[in-house]
């Protein structure tokens, strides 16, 4: 993949893919197959290569944890480290019938929660190995944090009860340690505010273009 020169300790990809919603690409007449988001990952993760000497890691959010992304990575040997959604069904040797993590996470004990310090903030994590859907064996990740709890009345206030909030990680390497995954993990939020750069400094939020050949030109 060509990079621009003068960015580090950043790449940025020229030779990109547009993605085209599939209605879009049928009525334009697209001379390619439609391709999917999941496809479209699948194929930057194929053919991008890691400088010599270093492991490869893939951080993405919920949305392209999938069976396909999966093998792709473990074919090239790189380690997926992705957030994953509470409808999300899991098993394990102490679970062998797949359960949605909103079920799990209230089961797990109080004991099985450590501290983890990510700049200066304390975080609850609990980790285990489960089985995804496909028969992916991962590490699992729970993080619990006390919900912001809004009463309707005074009354309901008054009432003491301790309700949680919970946020699912997986890794593909089950050796990492918890912290290391979650300070991989974190290393994701550059994407958002990459994307807030492109808007914000180079005006991408005001792009009107709906050629290929025109997005290309605004991008180079």
């Known amino acids: 993949m060509r990079t621009a020169r003068g960015t580090r300790p950043y790449r940025l990809p020229f ?3 547009l993605y085209r919603r599939q209605q879009d690409c049928l ?8 391709l999917t988001k999941i496809e479209l990952a699948c194929a930057l993760v194929e053919q991008w290569q890691p400088p010599t000497g270093t492991q490869g890691v893939v951080l993405v959010d919920s949305w392209y944890v999938s069976d396909e992304l999966l093998a792709v990575c473990a074919k090239r040997g790189f380690t997926l480290i992705g957030g994953i959604k509470a409808n999300r069904q899991i098993s394990s040797p102490s679970q062998p019938l ?5 079920k799990v996470a209230p089961q797990i004990a109080e004991s099985a929660y450590q501290s983890v310090t990510l700049a200066k903030q304390r975080f609850l994590i609990a980790a285990m190995e489960v089985k995804l859907k496909g028969d992916w064996t991962v590490k ?11 009463p309707k009345s005074a009354e309901a206030a008054t009432v003491s009860q301790a309700q949680y909030s919970y946020l699912y990680f997986v890794s593909t390497d089950r ?3 918890a912290k290391t995954i979650c300070e991989l993990y974190a290393m994701r939020w550059e994407i958002e505010t990459f994307h807030a750069h492109l808007k914000e400094l180079l ?18």
């Open 15 to 17: 030779a990109f893919r």
């Open 27 to 34: 009525a334009a007449g697209c001379p390619e197959r439609f």
């Open 98 to 102: 797949p359960l949605a993590l909103s």
């Open 140 to 150: 699992l990740l729970v993080n619990r944090a006390v919900a912001k709890i809004y």
């Open 175 to 177: 050796q990492m340690s």
């Open 203 to 220: 005006g991408f939020d005001h792009n009107q273009c709906r050629l290929e050949r025109n997005v290309e030109r605004l991008w180079t």
